[in-house]
Structures are given as C-alpha cells and as structure tokens.
C-alpha cells in the first residue's frame, strides 16, 4: 500500500499534475477569478506548521491516552470512539476548511481535501504504523475485522457511485451523510 500511494503522489504531482490543477472559475459577469495570493511566507508557514505540529502530537498523545477512560465514563465502545468520534475531533480544522471551499464554489478543493486526507490516512498513515511497530516491537497488524473491512467497502463504493459523473447536489451529500450514519450505528452497536 505504501507503494501505491507513492505511485499515487508520483502521478498526481509529476506525471499528470495537469488533471490536479484547480480550474478556472468565473464570476457573474463572465470574468476569470483569479486564485487568492498567500497570506504568509513559506517561512512563517513552515514556522507555525513546525510548532502546530509539536502541540498536536502532544495533544494527540494525551487523548490517546485517556480514550479507555472515556469508552468507561461514557458507556461507549472504544471502537466506537476511535473510528467516529476522533477522527471528527482530529479532522475538525480540515472539515471546516473544506467547509469554507465548499461555500466559496471551489468544490474541486473541496473534495480533493476529504478525499485526499482519507487517501493518505488508508494508504500511507495505516501501512506506516505498522511497519514503525514493526521496527519498535509493538504489535500491530492490518488484520481487520468483518465490521471494518465491510465499512471501509461500503464506503468506498458509495463516494465512488455517488462522485463518478462529477457533478454535485443536495442529494448526492444526503446519501454521504446516510452513508457515514449507517456505518457510525453500526460501530455504536458493536
């Protein structure tokens, strides 16, 4: 898998960066949009994504580590807590900004966003764990019960149907919803 996405990020950044760029939009009297400059440097970028890093990791470890004492408290399986509560607590500055591309019409950075994060977290996060346990002795392995691998299915299947023709609408984002509810009650009854 981490083959893949490496193959993956070869394509979409090298090879055929072209079918990635974002497209051109127009306003209503028919002129061409232009894309917003930065509003910081690289090096102030990478300063704060230095120091945002170090904060998640410390923040992510404490919530890591109180997850058993919330399944208790809560009355809610830690399953049902790792695979839908955190990642929308996780992914919460990432859903807003998709959020806010969705409002600003650029639904091509929309779904680049929510698909390109679960990409990466299937593809290169999950593989990448397993290896690094593998290195410091912990035991991990990608061996996934009938609940998960038929989620991860599910929801493959629906985004691909529901986004293959490439256009958008209420809908579309209703059977989405459904879709990640079905599989939220699923884990909550599990």
């Not at 410390?58 to 208790?72: G, K, N, R």
């Not at 929510?114 to 690094?132: C, D, E, K, N, R």
């Not at 059977?175 to 599989?183: K, M, P």
């Amino acid at each position: 898998m981490l083959i893949a996405y490496i193959a993956y990020l070869v394509f979409q950044l090298w090879t055929h960066g072209q079918l990635f760029e974002a497209q051109e939009c127009e306003d209503d009297d028919g002129d061409v949009v232009l894309d917003e400059s930065p509003a910081i440097g690289f090096r102030s970028a990478f300063i704060w994504l230095a120091l945002m890093t170090v904060i998640v990791a410390l923040l992510s470890e404490y919530v890591v580590a109180t997850i058993e004492a919330a399944s208790d408290s809560w009355g809610l399986s830690i399953s049902f807590i790792s695979v839908i509560l955190l990642p929308i607590v996780g992914n919460a500055a990432e859903h807003s900004g998709a959020i806010i591309f969705a409002f600003k019409n650029k639904l091509d950075i929309t779904l680049g966003v929510a698909l390109g994060s679960a990409t990466q977290i299937a593809m290169f996060v999950v593989p990448l764990s397993v290896l690094i346990s593998w290195i410091i002795g912990v035991k991990m392995d990608l061996n996934f019960n009938l609940l998960e691998t038929s989620a991860l299915a599910l929801s493959i299947l629906v985004t691909t149907f529901t986004l293959q023709d490439g256009t958008s609408h209420y809908l579309k984002g209703l059977i989405l919803v459904l879709c990640y509810l079905v599989i939220g009650a699923c884990f909550f009854c599990a």
